[in-house]
């Protein structure tokens, strides 16, 4: 499934701002996302882009502004009730059970709606996992637990994904496994807003880049404009 160009959005932003504290990190960012899209956060360390994440899915508290998903506020909402409208978080840090054995953190997350991928069908699609179903999360290896952590978002029943720096610390040859799971989740027709600093990762999954300067979008590139404007992204991150 593709994205419509001319489709409603899915999810629309407007003018958010967040605070951590008295601290404030995004200063009125406005984006959206259609429905079957693959849209990227890229910009500097400290821009501002998993703040965006962790806004929309409510885990920042203090924020202004408006995050409309499926013609529905969810400022104000707290994160559990933003999870039951079909979003899920995949965190930096992966939030993996460490102490729990793989098939267990598979188990954890509830289903929320209807369409969940089932238990016996995960380790299906992901046979590494299926492999070490029985391994603790302390022996899992960066990959693994990055599939683990993807896996357990798909039980929920979920269709909207944040994915946040799914390539961090990864070695290339499971960079590209993670970057051909993502492109099979898109065909799946999930929806995805993914954060990414490998704009080489960057370029060969997501439909539209959206650069973020100090917590607010400076430019928004196609697919297309990345590959042939480089130069222009490389200015903004300081390539």
Known sequence: ?????????????????????????????????????????????????????????????????????????????????????GIAYC?????????????????????????????SELLKQFPNLRERRKSRGTLLSGGEQQMLAIARILRTGSQFLLLDEPSEGLAPVVVKEIGQLILRLKAQGYTILLVEQNLQFARLVADRHIVIEHGAVVDTLSAEELVSDMGRVKNYLGV
């Not at 930096?92 to 238990?119: M, Y």
């Open 91 to 119: 965190p930096e840090e992966r939030a993996i059970f460490s102490l729990l054995n793989v098939g267990e953190n598979l188990t954890l997350p509830p289903v929320l709606r209807q369409g969940g991928v089932p238990d």
């Open 1 to 85: 499934m593709n994205s419509d160009a001319n489709a409603a959005p899915l999810l629309q932003v407007k003018d958010l701002r967040a605070w951590y504290n008295e601290s404030q990190a995004l200063h009125g960012m406005n984006f959206d996302v259609r429905p079957g899209e693959l849209v990227t956060l890229i910009g500097r360390n400290g821009a501002g882009k998993s703040t965006t994440l962790r806004s929309i899915m409510g885990i920042v508290r203090k924020r202004t502004g408006s995050i409309c998903y499926e013609d529905e506020e969810l400022i104000g909402k707290r994160t559990f009730q933003i999870a039951r409208k």
